[in-house]
Protein backbone atom coordinates (compact mmCIF):
# COMPACT_ATOMS: atom_id res chain seq x y z
CA UNK A 1 0.00 0.00 0.00
CA UNK A 2 1.40 3.09 -1.43
CA UNK A 3 -0.89 5.77 0.12
CA UNK A 4 -3.29 5.91 2.42
CA UNK A 5 -6.16 8.68 3.03
CA UNK A 6 -8.23 8.24 6.09
CA UNK A 7 -11.20 10.22 7.13
CA UNK A 8 -9.90 13.10 5.60
CA UNK A 9 -12.07 16.49 6.34
CA UNK A 10 -11.42 19.81 5.21
CA UNK A 11 -12.77 23.45 5.09
CA UNK A 12 -12.10 26.92 4.85
CA UNK A 13 -13.20 29.02 7.38
CA UNK A 14 -16.02 27.41 8.53
CA UNK A 15 -17.19 26.02 5.06
CA UNK A 16 -16.11 22.32 4.45
CA UNK A 17 -14.82 21.54 1.15
CA UNK A 18 -14.49 17.75 1.50
CA UNK A 19 -15.25 15.56 4.56
CA UNK A 20 -14.54 11.72 5.53
CA UNK A 21 -12.43 10.60 2.39
CA UNK A 22 -10.64 7.63 3.29
CA UNK A 23 -9.40 5.60 0.12
CA UNK A 24 -6.15 3.65 -0.55
CA UNK A 25 -3.78 3.41 -3.69
CA UNK A 26 -1.17 0.49 -4.69
CA UNK A 27 1.86 0.26 -6.83
CA UNK A 28 0.99 0.40 -10.17
CA UNK A 29 -2.47 1.39 -10.14
CA UNK A 30 -3.88 4.64 -12.30
CA UNK A 31 -6.24 5.74 -10.65
CA UNK A 32 -8.82 8.78 -11.32
CA UNK A 33 -10.46 11.71 -9.56
CA UNK A 34 -13.81 13.00 -11.07
CA UNK A 35 -16.23 15.39 -9.92
CA UNK A 36 -17.39 18.68 -11.11
CA UNK A 37 -16.06 22.37 -10.48
CA UNK A 38 -15.95 23.21 -7.03
CA UNK A 39 -15.94 19.76 -5.72
CA UNK A 40 -13.00 19.60 -3.65
CA UNK A 41 -10.60 17.98 -5.75
CA UNK A 42 -7.56 20.29 -6.32
CA UNK A 43 -8.02 20.82 -2.79
CA UNK A 44 -7.72 17.01 -1.78
CA UNK A 45 -4.71 17.13 -3.66
CA UNK A 46 -2.83 19.99 -1.71
CA UNK A 47 -4.08 18.47 1.08
CA UNK A 48 -2.25 15.27 -0.05
CA UNK A 49 1.16 17.24 -1.03
CA UNK A 50 1.08 18.99 2.83
CA UNK A 51 0.43 22.34 0.73
CA UNK A 52 -2.67 22.47 3.21
CA UNK A 53 -3.23 21.10 6.13
CA UNK A 54 -6.32 19.16 6.45
CA UNK A 55 -8.59 20.18 9.72
CA UNK A 56 -9.59 16.21 10.44
CA UNK A 57 -8.15 12.59 9.56
CA UNK A 58 -4.62 11.72 8.56
CA UNK A 59 -2.67 11.01 5.13
CA UNK A 60 0.49 8.26 5.42
CA UNK A 61 2.39 7.17 2.87
CA UNK A 62 4.26 3.36 2.67
CA UNK A 63 3.15 3.31 6.32
CA UNK A 64 4.41 5.82 7.77
CA UNK A 65 2.26 9.39 8.69
CA UNK A 66 3.35 11.48 6.02
CA UNK A 67 3.99 14.73 8.16
CA UNK A 68 7.10 12.89 9.91
CA UNK A 69 8.69 12.58 6.50
CA UNK A 70 10.43 15.90 5.20
CA UNK A 71 9.97 17.99 2.37
CA UNK A 72 12.72 16.50 0.71
CA UNK A 73 11.86 12.88 1.19
CA UNK A 74 8.54 13.51 -0.15
CA UNK A 75 10.45 15.31 -3.30
CA UNK A 76 11.51 11.89 -4.08
CA UNK A 77 9.20 9.91 -3.68
CA UNK A 78 5.74 11.92 -4.95
CA UNK A 79 5.95 14.45 -7.69
CA UNK A 80 3.07 16.94 -8.54
CA UNK A 81 2.41 18.62 -11.57
CA UNK A 82 0.16 21.64 -10.95
CA UNK A 83 -2.39 23.41 -13.49
CA UNK A 84 -0.92 25.30 -15.98
CA UNK A 85 0.50 28.95 -14.64
CA UNK A 86 2.66 31.48 -15.76
CA UNK A 87 5.92 32.28 -13.93
CA UNK A 88 7.43 35.40 -12.93
CA UNK A 89 11.19 34.96 -14.74
CA UNK A 90 11.95 33.83 -18.05
CA UNK A 91 13.37 30.32 -17.25
CA UNK A 92 13.84 28.63 -20.21
CA UNK A 93 12.29 24.82 -20.49
CA UNK A 94 15.32 22.86 -20.02
CA UNK A 95 16.04 24.47 -16.48
CA UNK A 96 12.62 23.91 -15.67
CA UNK A 97 12.76 19.98 -16.29
CA UNK A 98 16.05 20.30 -14.89
CA UNK A 99 14.50 21.76 -11.34
CA UNK A 100 12.66 18.35 -11.67
CA UNK A 101 15.98 16.65 -10.73
CA UNK A 102 16.08 19.38 -7.40
CA UNK A 103 15.90 16.49 -5.01
CA UNK A 104 18.49 14.49 -6.60
CA UNK A 105 21.14 16.73 -7.33
CA UNK A 106 23.79 17.21 -4.48
CA UNK A 107 26.37 19.86 -6.08
CA UNK A 108 24.29 22.44 -7.31
CA UNK A 109 27.05 24.37 -8.81
CA UNK A 110 28.75 20.73 -10.57
CA UNK A 111 25.41 19.23 -11.76
CA UNK A 112 26.74 15.80 -13.19
CA UNK A 113 25.44 14.62 -16.74
CA UNK A 114 23.16 11.86 -15.59
CA UNK A 115 20.70 15.12 -14.05
CA UNK A 116 20.99 17.14 -17.43
CA UNK A 117 20.16 13.18 -19.36
CA UNK A 118 17.28 12.62 -17.17
CA UNK A 119 15.75 16.11 -18.24
CA UNK A 120 16.56 15.13 -21.83
CA UNK A 121 15.02 11.95 -21.74
CA UNK A 122 11.84 13.55 -20.33
CA UNK A 123 11.41 16.39 -22.56
CA UNK A 124 12.11 13.76 -25.68
CA UNK A 125 9.22 11.56 -23.91
CA UNK A 126 6.90 14.40 -24.50
CA UNK A 127 8.44 15.30 -27.67
CA UNK A 128 9.40 18.54 -26.73
CA UNK A 129 13.07 18.62 -27.55
CA UNK A 130 12.20 21.51 -30.12
CA UNK A 131 11.06 23.88 -27.13
CA UNK A 132 13.96 23.32 -24.83
CA UNK A 133 15.91 26.95 -25.59
CA UNK A 134 12.50 29.01 -24.99
CA UNK A 135 11.33 30.63 -22.15
CA UNK A 136 9.17 28.97 -20.06
CA UNK A 137 6.67 32.12 -20.09
CA UNK A 138 6.48 32.54 -24.16
CA UNK A 139 4.87 29.04 -24.53
CA UNK A 140 1.12 28.59 -24.92
CA UNK A 141 -1.01 27.15 -22.27
CA UNK A 142 -0.50 23.28 -23.46
CA UNK A 143 2.77 23.66 -24.01
CA UNK A 144 3.79 24.42 -20.34
CA UNK A 145 1.59 21.96 -19.23
CA UNK A 146 3.45 19.57 -21.03
CA UNK A 147 6.80 21.30 -19.35
CA UNK A 148 5.36 20.48 -15.67
CA UNK A 149 4.52 16.88 -16.84
CA UNK A 150 8.17 16.48 -18.20
CA UNK A 151 9.70 17.87 -15.30
CA UNK A 152 7.56 15.79 -13.17
CA UNK A 153 8.77 12.74 -15.19
CA UNK A 154 12.78 14.00 -14.93
CA UNK A 155 11.50 13.80 -11.07
CA UNK A 156 11.40 10.23 -11.14
CA UNK A 157 9.01 9.57 -8.20
CA UNK A 158 6.80 5.79 -7.21
CA UNK A 159 3.55 8.50 -7.07
CA UNK A 160 2.67 11.11 -9.78
CA UNK A 161 -0.19 13.55 -8.85
CA UNK A 162 -1.85 15.33 -11.60
CA UNK A 163 -3.89 18.09 -11.61
CA UNK A 164 -6.07 18.22 -14.80
CA UNK A 165 -2.93 17.69 -16.94
CA UNK A 166 -5.27 17.33 -20.21
CA UNK A 167 -7.10 20.17 -19.67
CA UNK A 168 -5.84 22.45 -22.12
CA UNK A 169 -3.80 19.96 -24.97
CA UNK A 170 -4.82 19.20 -27.76
CA UNK A 171 -6.07 15.73 -29.18
CA UNK A 172 -2.85 14.33 -29.88
CA UNK A 173 -1.12 15.36 -26.54
CA UNK A 174 -3.99 14.37 -24.77
CA UNK A 175 -3.30 11.04 -26.24
CA UNK A 176 0.39 11.56 -25.50
CA UNK A 177 -0.08 12.25 -21.83
CA UNK A 178 -2.71 9.21 -21.25
CA UNK A 179 -0.12 6.77 -22.93
CA UNK A 180 2.42 8.04 -20.70
CA UNK A 181 1.25 7.49 -17.83
CA UNK A 182 -0.30 3.98 -18.83
CA UNK A 183 3.69 3.56 -19.49
CA UNK A 184 4.33 4.73 -15.86
CA UNK A 185 1.35 1.90 -14.53
CA UNK A 186 3.08 -0.50 -16.63
CA UNK A 187 6.82 0.16 -14.78
CA UNK A 188 4.73 -0.21 -11.56
CA UNK A 189 4.59 3.58 -10.07
CA UNK A 190 1.32 5.45 -9.39
CA UNK A 191 -0.47 7.79 -10.70
CA UNK A 192 -3.38 9.84 -8.81
CA UNK A 193 -5.05 12.06 -11.82
CA UNK A 194 -7.66 14.76 -11.55
CA UNK A 195 -9.90 15.31 -14.75
CA UNK A 196 -13.06 16.99 -16.19
CA UNK A 197 -13.00 14.02 -18.91
CA UNK A 198 -15.03 11.02 -18.16
CA UNK A 199 -14.61 8.71 -20.77
CA UNK A 200 -10.86 9.54 -20.46
CA UNK A 201 -11.44 7.95 -17.18
CA UNK A 202 -13.50 4.97 -18.71
CA UNK A 203 -10.71 4.53 -21.45
CA UNK A 204 -7.37 4.30 -19.41
CA UNK A 205 -8.15 4.19 -15.85
CA UNK A 206 -8.25 1.44 -13.87
CA UNK A 207 -9.96 3.14 -10.96
CA UNK A 208 -11.83 6.13 -10.13
CA UNK A 209 -12.55 7.71 -7.09
CA UNK A 210 -15.79 10.02 -7.52
CA UNK A 211 -16.38 13.26 -5.23
CA UNK A 212 -19.76 14.75 -5.13
CA UNK A 213 -21.47 16.82 -2.80
CA UNK A 214 -18.61 17.14 -0.29
CA UNK A 215 -17.60 13.20 0.20
CA UNK A 216 -16.34 10.52 -2.07
CA UNK A 217 -19.36 8.92 -3.66
CA UNK A 218 -17.82 6.05 -5.86
CA UNK A 219 -14.39 3.62 -5.91
CA UNK A 220 -13.79 1.49 -8.26
CA UNK A 221 -12.98 0.31 -11.90
CA UNK A 222 -14.82 3.10 -13.72
CA UNK A 223 -16.69 0.41 -16.13
CA UNK A 224 -18.32 -0.59 -12.98
CA UNK A 225 -19.11 2.55 -10.75
CA UNK A 226 -19.85 4.95 -13.41
CA UNK A 227 -23.10 3.89 -13.84
CA UNK A 228 -25.76 5.66 -15.40
CA UNK A 229 -27.30 6.92 -12.42
CA UNK A 230 -24.06 8.09 -10.83
CA UNK A 231 -23.07 9.84 -13.92
CA UNK A 232 -26.31 11.64 -13.80
CA UNK A 233 -26.04 12.50 -9.93
CA UNK A 234 -22.92 14.37 -10.66
CA UNK A 235 -23.34 16.24 -14.04
CA UNK A 236 -27.16 16.24 -14.10
CA UNK A 237 -29.84 14.84 -16.76
CA UNK A 238 -28.08 15.87 -19.62
CA UNK A 239 -25.52 13.11 -20.09
CA UNK A 240 -26.38 9.27 -20.84
CA UNK A 241 -23.99 6.37 -20.87
CA UNK A 242 -23.96 4.38 -24.19
CA UNK A 243 -21.73 1.40 -25.78
CA UNK A 244 -19.92 2.08 -29.02
CA UNK A 245 -18.09 -0.64 -30.44
CA UNK A 246 -17.75 -2.54 -27.26
CA UNK A 247 -16.69 0.51 -25.34
CA UNK A 248 -18.41 2.67 -22.79
CA UNK A 249 -18.95 6.16 -23.78
CA UNK A 250 -20.42 9.36 -21.90
CA UNK A 251 -22.48 11.32 -24.39
CA UNK A 252 -25.09 14.24 -24.25
CA UNK A 253 -28.74 12.98 -23.98
CA UNK A 254 -30.48 13.53 -27.33
CA UNK A 255 -33.52 15.63 -26.87
CA UNK B 1 22.61 7.70 -27.21
CA UNK B 2 21.46 11.58 -25.59
CA UNK B 3 24.66 13.72 -25.17
CA UNK B 4 24.37 16.61 -22.98
CA UNK B 5 26.01 19.75 -25.49
CA UNK B 6 23.49 22.67 -25.28
CA UNK B 7 23.39 23.71 -21.58
CA UNK B 8 26.92 22.59 -20.66
CA UNK B 9 27.96 25.43 -23.87
CA UNK B 10 25.48 27.73 -22.39
CA UNK B 11 27.15 27.70 -19.17
CA UNK B 12 30.42 27.75 -20.55
CA UNK B 13 29.67 31.18 -21.88
CA UNK B 14 27.96 32.33 -19.06
CA UNK B 15 31.14 31.48 -17.26
CA UNK B 16 33.20 32.95 -19.55
CA UNK B 17 30.65 36.42 -19.30
CA UNK B 18 31.38 36.53 -15.87
CA UNK B 19 35.38 36.42 -15.85
CA UNK B 20 35.03 39.33 -18.38
CA UNK B 21 33.48 41.33 -16.20
CA UNK B 22 35.76 40.69 -13.59
CA UNK B 23 38.45 42.18 -15.74
CA UNK B 24 36.44 45.39 -16.48
CA UNK B 25 35.87 45.95 -12.59
CA UNK B 26 39.89 45.50 -12.70
CA UNK B 27 40.06 47.89 -15.26
CA UNK B 28 37.98 50.89 -13.90
CA UNK B 29 39.02 50.81 -10.60
CA UNK B 30 42.39 51.48 -11.44
CA UNK B 31 40.97 54.02 -13.58
CA UNK B 32 38.40 55.58 -10.95
CA UNK B 33 42.12 55.69 -8.60
CA UNK B 34 43.38 57.69 -11.20
CA UNK B 35 40.88 60.03 -11.81
CA UNK B 36 40.18 62.79 -8.51
CA UNK B 37 41.37 66.21 -7.51
CA UNK B 38 44.73 65.21 -8.09
CA UNK B 39 45.55 63.43 -11.50
CA UNK B 40 47.55 60.92 -11.17
CA UNK B 41 48.85 58.54 -14.30
CA UNK B 42 48.19 54.90 -14.88
CA UNK B 43 51.71 54.12 -14.07
CA UNK B 44 51.76 56.23 -11.35
CA UNK B 45 48.83 54.17 -9.70
CA UNK B 46 50.33 50.89 -10.40
CA UNK B 47 53.52 52.19 -9.42
CA UNK B 48 51.98 53.09 -6.00
CA UNK B 49 49.90 49.99 -5.73
CA UNK B 50 52.54 47.90 -5.88
CA UNK B 51 54.86 50.11 -3.56
CA UNK B 52 57.13 50.33 -6.55
CA UNK B 53 60.14 52.68 -5.85
CA UNK B 54 61.01 54.65 -8.75
CA UNK B 55 64.45 55.59 -10.53
CA UNK B 56 64.36 59.62 -10.22
CA UNK B 57 65.43 61.00 -6.76
CA UNK B 58 63.10 64.07 -8.36
CA UNK B 59 59.61 62.02 -7.77
CA UNK B 60 59.81 61.08 -4.59
CA UNK B 61 57.81 63.72 -3.03
CA UNK B 62 55.14 63.07 -5.29
CA UNK B 63 55.34 59.31 -4.92
CA UNK B 64 54.96 59.75 -1.35
CA UNK B 65 51.81 62.18 -2.21
CA UNK B 66 50.44 59.19 -5.13
CA UNK B 67 50.88 56.48 -2.17
CA UNK B 68 48.73 58.18 0.24
CA UNK B 69 45.86 59.51 -1.91
CA UNK B 70 46.03 55.80 -4.01
CA UNK B 71 45.46 53.65 -0.62
CA UNK B 72 44.27 56.25 2.09
CA UNK B 73 41.66 58.00 0.06
CA UNK B 74 40.66 56.36 -3.39
CA UNK B 75 41.35 52.52 -2.51
CA UNK B 76 39.18 52.37 0.64
CA UNK B 77 36.44 54.28 -1.37
CA UNK B 78 36.88 51.95 -4.08
CA UNK B 79 36.39 48.92 -1.77
CA UNK B 80 33.42 49.99 0.01
CA UNK B 81 31.65 50.89 -3.18
CA UNK B 82 32.51 48.03 -4.46
CA UNK B 83 30.93 46.34 -0.88
CA UNK B 84 27.81 48.01 -0.93
CA UNK B 85 27.40 47.59 -4.89
CA UNK B 86 27.77 43.92 -3.95
CA UNK B 87 25.59 44.01 -0.79
CA UNK B 88 22.60 46.09 -2.36
CA UNK B 89 22.37 44.05 -5.73
CA UNK B 90 22.19 40.82 -3.99
CA UNK B 91 19.50 41.95 -1.44
CA UNK B 92 17.54 43.09 -4.43
CA UNK B 93 17.71 40.21 -6.13
CA UNK B 94 16.92 37.99 -3.25
CA UNK B 95 13.93 40.09 -2.37
CA UNK B 96 12.45 40.25 -6.24
CA UNK B 97 12.87 36.05 -6.64
CA UNK B 98 11.58 35.59 -2.70
CA UNK B 99 8.48 37.90 -3.82
CA UNK B 100 8.05 36.47 -7.42
CA UNK B 101 8.63 40.47 -8.42
CA UNK B 102 10.94 42.14 -10.43
CA UNK B 103 9.45 45.65 -9.35
CA UNK B 104 10.91 45.06 -5.21
CA UNK B 105 13.88 46.81 -4.01
CA UNK B 106 15.95 46.25 -0.96
CA UNK B 107 14.30 48.70 0.18
CA UNK B 108 11.07 46.98 0.54
CA UNK B 109 10.75 45.89 4.14
CA UNK B 110 11.12 49.87 5.57
CA UNK B 111 14.60 49.27 5.83
CA UNK B 112 15.80 52.51 4.47
CA UNK B 113 13.05 54.85 6.69
CA UNK B 114 14.51 52.73 9.80
CA UNK B 115 17.65 53.89 8.87
CA UNK B 116 17.21 57.11 8.34
CA UNK B 117 15.42 57.33 11.33
CA UNK B 118 18.10 56.02 12.92
CA UNK B 119 20.85 58.12 11.48
CA UNK B 120 18.51 61.21 11.76
CA UNK B 121 18.32 60.53 15.75
CA UNK B 122 22.15 60.13 16.02
CA UNK B 123 22.45 63.94 14.03
CA UNK B 124 19.97 65.58 15.70
CA UNK B 125 20.26 64.12 19.51
CA UNK B 126 23.92 63.03 19.13
CA UNK B 127 24.53 63.00 22.89
CA UNK B 128 22.18 60.26 23.55
CA UNK B 129 22.77 58.30 20.21
CA UNK B 130 26.36 57.75 20.00
CA UNK B 131 27.18 56.95 16.35
CA UNK B 132 25.22 57.67 12.82
CA UNK B 133 25.75 54.01 11.40
CA UNK B 134 24.92 52.12 14.63
CA UNK B 135 22.02 53.97 15.55
CA UNK B 136 20.71 53.52 11.67
CA UNK B 137 21.72 50.21 11.60
CA UNK B 138 19.65 49.20 14.75
CA UNK B 139 16.75 51.30 13.78
CA UNK B 140 16.70 49.69 10.03
CA UNK B 141 16.94 46.22 11.82
CA UNK B 142 14.04 47.17 14.21
CA UNK B 143 11.19 48.41 11.05
CA UNK B 144 12.62 45.07 9.25
CA UNK B 145 11.71 42.81 12.39
CA UNK B 146 8.28 45.42 12.92
CA UNK B 147 7.40 44.60 9.22
CA UNK B 148 7.93 40.91 9.56
CA UNK B 149 5.54 40.76 12.48
CA UNK B 150 2.85 42.31 10.74
CA UNK B 151 3.54 40.85 7.46
CA UNK B 152 3.21 37.15 8.92
CA UNK B 153 -0.06 35.95 9.02
CA UNK B 154 -0.51 32.48 11.05
CA UNK B 155 2.77 30.91 10.46
CA UNK B 156 2.85 32.14 6.50
CA UNK B 157 4.80 34.40 5.19
CA UNK B 158 1.99 36.46 2.95
CA UNK B 159 3.83 37.98 -0.27
CA UNK B 160 0.94 40.99 -0.08
CA UNK B 161 0.87 41.91 3.19
CA UNK B 162 4.23 41.81 3.47
CA UNK B 163 4.89 44.28 1.47
CA UNK B 164 1.72 46.69 2.29
CA UNK B 165 3.13 46.44 6.11
CA UNK B 166 6.31 47.53 4.50
CA UNK B 167 5.09 50.40 2.93
CA UNK B 168 3.06 51.29 6.09
CA UNK B 169 6.08 50.73 8.55
CA UNK B 170 7.97 52.75 5.64
CA UNK B 171 6.03 55.54 5.71
CA UNK B 172 5.82 55.69 9.46
CA UNK B 173 9.02 56.17 10.05
CA UNK B 174 9.77 58.32 7.22
CA UNK B 175 7.19 61.04 9.12
CA UNK B 176 9.02 60.44 11.96
CA UNK B 177 12.20 61.82 9.84
CA UNK B 178 10.26 64.18 8.85
CA UNK B 179 9.52 65.48 12.37
CA UNK B 180 13.18 65.52 12.59
CA UNK B 181 13.77 67.55 10.14
CA UNK B 182 11.33 70.22 11.04
CA UNK B 183 12.60 70.37 14.93
CA UNK B 184 16.42 70.24 13.53
CA UNK B 185 19.00 73.49 13.19
CA UNK B 186 20.02 74.60 9.77
CA UNK B 187 23.24 72.50 10.16
CA UNK B 188 21.86 69.06 11.51
CA UNK B 189 19.35 69.58 8.57
CA UNK B 190 21.62 69.79 5.99
CA UNK B 191 23.36 66.82 7.58
CA UNK B 192 20.45 64.70 7.58
CA UNK B 193 19.74 66.33 3.69
CA UNK B 194 23.25 64.46 2.51
CA UNK B 195 22.78 61.20 4.94
CA UNK B 196 19.46 60.66 3.26
CA UNK B 197 20.98 61.00 -0.31
CA UNK B 198 24.12 58.83 0.42
CA UNK B 199 27.59 58.94 -0.77
CA UNK B 200 30.82 57.46 0.16
CA UNK B 201 32.37 60.40 1.62
CA UNK B 202 33.30 58.70 5.37
CA UNK B 203 35.30 55.79 3.18
CA UNK B 204 38.17 54.75 5.26
CA UNK B 205 39.35 51.40 5.51
CA UNK B 206 37.81 51.08 9.22
CA UNK B 207 34.20 50.98 7.47
CA UNK B 208 35.79 48.30 5.57
CA UNK B 209 37.17 46.03 8.20
CA UNK B 210 33.88 46.52 9.49
CA UNK B 211 31.67 45.89 6.82
CA UNK B 212 33.83 43.24 4.47
CA UNK B 213 33.77 39.89 7.10
CA UNK B 214 30.03 40.44 6.82
CA UNK B 215 28.74 41.31 3.80
CA UNK B 216 31.60 39.03 1.65
CA UNK B 217 30.87 35.68 3.54
CA UNK B 218 27.09 36.90 3.49
CA UNK B 219 26.80 37.18 -0.37
CA UNK B 220 28.78 34.27 -0.10
CA UNK B 221 26.39 32.20 1.64
CA UNK B 222 23.49 33.67 -0.71
CA UNK B 223 24.82 32.05 -3.93
CA UNK B 224 25.92 29.31 -2.23
CA UNK B 225 21.82 29.23 -1.97
CA UNK B 226 21.50 29.93 -5.72
CA UNK B 227 19.67 27.01 -6.84
CA UNK B 228 16.82 26.99 -4.27
CA UNK B 229 16.14 30.59 -4.76
CA UNK B 230 15.51 29.23 -8.27
CA UNK B 231 13.02 26.79 -7.19
CA UNK B 232 11.61 29.29 -4.22
CA UNK B 233 11.27 32.06 -7.45
CA UNK B 234 8.75 29.83 -9.33
CA UNK B 235 6.10 29.56 -6.50
CA UNK B 236 5.84 28.41 -2.90
CA UNK B 237 4.04 25.39 -3.73
CA UNK B 238 6.01 24.03 -6.26
CA UNK B 239 9.27 25.02 -4.75
CA UNK B 240 7.57 22.43 -1.88
CA UNK B 241 6.84 19.51 -4.45
CA UNK B 242 10.07 19.76 -5.57
CA UNK B 243 11.60 19.15 -2.23
CA UNK B 244 12.86 23.25 -0.77
CA UNK B 245 11.20 23.93 1.96
CA UNK B 246 10.28 27.32 0.80
CA UNK B 247 9.46 28.89 4.53
CA UNK B 248 12.44 27.93 5.87
CA UNK B 249 14.81 28.93 2.97
CA UNK B 250 12.58 32.41 2.86
CA UNK B 251 13.51 33.21 6.04
CA UNK B 252 16.85 32.72 6.04
CA UNK B 253 17.52 34.74 2.53
CA UNK B 254 15.46 37.22 3.55
CA UNK B 255 17.81 37.57 6.91
CA UNK B 256 20.57 38.04 4.96
CA UNK B 257 19.15 40.51 2.55
CA UNK B 258 18.20 42.32 5.80
CA UNK B 259 21.52 42.05 7.07
CA UNK B 260 23.24 43.36 3.85
CA UNK B 261 21.04 46.34 3.38
CA UNK B 262 20.82 47.62 6.13
CA UNK B 263 24.50 47.55 6.81
CA UNK B 264 25.10 49.34 3.76
CA UNK B 265 22.86 52.01 4.51
CA UNK B 266 24.00 52.50 7.82
CA UNK B 267 27.20 53.01 6.45
CA UNK B 268 27.02 54.92 2.98
CA UNK B 269 22.98 56.35 3.49
CA UNK B 270 19.88 55.22 0.86
CA UNK B 271 21.58 54.87 -2.26
CA UNK B 272 18.56 54.31 -4.28
CA UNK B 273 17.89 52.03 -7.71
CA UNK B 274 20.96 50.00 -7.41
CA UNK B 275 19.15 47.32 -5.79
CA UNK B 276 16.03 47.95 -7.99
CA UNK B 277 17.90 47.78 -11.83
CA UNK B 278 21.11 45.88 -11.10
CA UNK B 279 19.19 42.28 -10.88
CA UNK B 280 17.28 43.09 -13.12
CA UNK B 281 19.79 44.07 -15.36
CA UNK B 282 21.99 40.96 -14.97
CA UNK B 283 18.59 38.66 -15.51
CA UNK B 284 18.20 40.27 -19.29
CA UNK B 285 22.11 39.66 -20.06
CA UNK B 286 22.87 35.99 -18.63
CA UNK B 287 18.77 34.31 -17.92
CA UNK B 288 17.06 33.97 -14.60
CA UNK B 289 19.11 30.98 -13.24
CA UNK B 290 20.55 32.97 -9.71
CA UNK B 291 23.46 30.46 -9.63
CA UNK B 292 24.82 33.42 -12.74
CA UNK B 293 23.05 36.01 -11.91
CA UNK B 294 24.37 36.73 -8.22
CA UNK B 295 27.75 36.92 -9.20
CA UNK B 296 26.71 38.88 -12.02
CA UNK B 297 24.72 41.26 -9.80
CA UNK B 298 27.56 41.70 -7.69
CA UNK B 299 30.09 42.84 -10.32
CA UNK B 300 27.44 44.95 -12.17
CA UNK B 301 26.21 46.55 -8.73
CA UNK B 302 29.94 47.00 -8.37
CA UNK B 303 30.81 48.37 -11.37
CA UNK B 304 27.75 51.00 -11.40
CA UNK B 305 28.70 51.90 -8.06
CA UNK B 306 32.28 52.65 -8.79
CA UNK B 307 30.81 54.69 -12.22
CA UNK B 308 28.46 56.29 -10.11
CA UNK B 309 30.82 57.73 -7.77
CA UNK B 310 33.60 58.40 -9.81
CA UNK B 311 31.23 60.49 -11.66
CA UNK B 312 30.15 61.93 -8.02
CA UNK B 313 33.45 62.99 -7.03
CA UNK B 314 34.58 64.63 -10.11
CA UNK B 315 31.88 65.97 -12.32
CA UNK B 316 31.96 69.23 -9.77
CA UNK B 317 34.82 70.73 -7.77
CA UNK B 318 32.29 69.59 -4.17
CA UNK B 319 30.97 66.35 -4.54
CA UNK B 320 27.87 65.31 -5.62
CA UNK B 321 25.73 62.81 -3.27
CA UNK B 322 25.76 59.48 -5.47
CA UNK B 323 21.92 58.74 -4.17
CA UNK B 324 21.36 61.81 -7.20
CA UNK B 325 23.10 60.10 -9.69
CA UNK B 326 22.02 56.94 -9.19
CA UNK B 327 18.53 58.00 -9.41
CA UNK B 328 19.27 60.08 -12.44
CA UNK B 329 20.65 57.05 -14.29
CA UNK B 330 18.37 54.89 -12.45
CA UNK B 331 14.65 56.56 -13.87
CA UNK B 332 15.05 56.50 -17.38
CA UNK B 333 16.09 52.62 -17.07
CA UNK B 334 12.85 52.09 -15.19
CA UNK B 335 10.78 53.95 -17.91
CA UNK B 336 12.77 51.53 -20.38
CA UNK B 337 12.04 48.85 -18.66
CA UNK B 338 8.13 49.68 -18.20
CA UNK B 339 7.83 50.63 -21.97
CA UNK B 340 9.49 47.16 -22.77
CA UNK B 341 10.11 44.47 -20.98
CA UNK B 342 7.56 44.19 -18.19
CA UNK B 343 6.49 41.14 -16.98
Redesign the interface.
Known amino acids: MLLKVDQLGFQYDSQPVFQDVSFTLNEGELCAILGINGSGKSTLF ?1 CI ?3 LHAKSGSISFEGKEKNLYK ?2 E ?3 K ?3 V ?1 QD ?1 P ?6 V ?3 V ?3 R ?2 H ?1 SN ?2 KIS ?1 DH ?2 KA ?2 AL ?1 ALSLEGL ?2 KPF ?1 QLSGGQRQMVLIARALA ?1 QTTLMLLDEPTSSLDFKNQLLIWHILLQLKKEGKSVLVCTHDPNHVLWFCDRVLILDNKRLIADGPPKEVMTEQVLQQIYGPMCTLETIAEKKMVLPRKN | M ?1 K ?1 I ?3 KNNKRKKLLLFLLVLMVVLTSLISLSIGPYDLSVREVFQAIFQIKSQQFSDFEREKLARLIVWEIRMPRIILAALVGTALSISGNIFQ ?1 CF ?3 LVEPYILGVSSGAAFGASMAIVFPAIFYSIPISAFLFAGLTVLLTLSLGVIRGQIQTLSLILAGVVIGSFFSSLVSILKYISNDSALREIVFWLLGGFYHSGWNEIYLLAPIIIPVSGFVWFL ?3 L ?2 I ?6 A ?6 PKKNKVILILCATVLTSLSVAYVGIIAWVGLMVPHAA ?1 MII ?3 N ?1 FVIPLSALIGTLFLLFCDTLARNIVTGEIPIGILTSILGAPYLIYLLRTKI ?1
Not at chain 2, 233 to 238: Q, T
Request: hydrophobic share 40%.
Open positions: KMGFISIAKIAYPHITFPYLREMLMGTVIYFDYLEEQADNQ | LVAPKSRNPAWKNISIGDEEKSLGVDRGPDRV
